[in-house]
């Protein structure tokens, strides 16, 4: 399967593969070095978060936004992707928002791939272990680069979003539809 999605991926016409789940990103990145295309495909594999940052045009000022948002730091994205920096870099480009690390980022939340299937105790100890950090951030928001994570540990009264969601909102008017129709 590995082989099959290198070949694939390497058939597109395309500068970049960007992934917009932390854990799918994780897993991508962990193919073997060798093989057929997967230095091509390693080489233009990147995280949406961090390609933003790179992409971003100097003139694009985001709408300004008066919330706390705090950021969960999926195990995913800290551990194997290394980036977790970016979501705090990308959230900084939206003037007057206050964001924070939600406590314990270092603990899993308990989605861990098929954890949440395999130790279902331990996993629900992990998630209500989050819920409580995010409650006591006293957050207007919380953002999540995996939406596994961000699925997991959602609730009936909160739900986590992705950070892009958040800048999509914030771009200028009638730049973007999605903006336009979901501001807040």
């Known amino acids: 399967m590995i082989a099959n999605n290198i070949r ?11 992934h917009t789940a932390s854990g799918c990103g994780a897993m991508l990145a962990e193919y073997p070095m060798d093989g057929e295309g997967a230095e091509t495909f390693h080489r233009r594999l990147a995280d949406i978060n ?6 971003w045009p100097d003139d694009l000022q985001l709408q300004p936004l008066h919330m706390k948002v705090a950021v969960h730091e999926p ?7 290394k980036n977790a920096g970016s979501v705090y870099a990308l959230l900084a480009k939206i003037p007057a928002l206050n964001v924070v690390p939600l406590q314990d980022n ?6 861990g791939g ?9 996993a629900e100890q992990l998630r209500e272990l989050k819920r409580q950090h995010i409650a006591s951030a006293s957050a207007d928001i919380v953002v999540s680069s995996n939406y596994g994570c961000a ?6 009264t909160r739900k986590i979003e992705h950070p892009l969601a958040l800048l999509a909102r914030q771009l200028p008017a ?7 129709q979901n501001r807040h």
């Open 8 to 18: 694939v991926f390497n058939a597109l016409e395309v500068d970049a593969l960007l």
């Open 50 to 55: 961090e390609f933003l940052l790179s992409h």
């Open 75 to 81: 195990c995913s994205q800290r551990n194997v992707l």
């Open 106 to 111: 270092q603990l899993c939340c308990g989605a």
């Open 114 to 122: 098929s954890y949440m299937l395999t130790h279902p105790d331990n």
């Open 151 to 156: 699925a997991f540990i959602s609730e009936q």
């Open 174 to 180: 009638g730049l973007c539809a999605y903006s336009d």
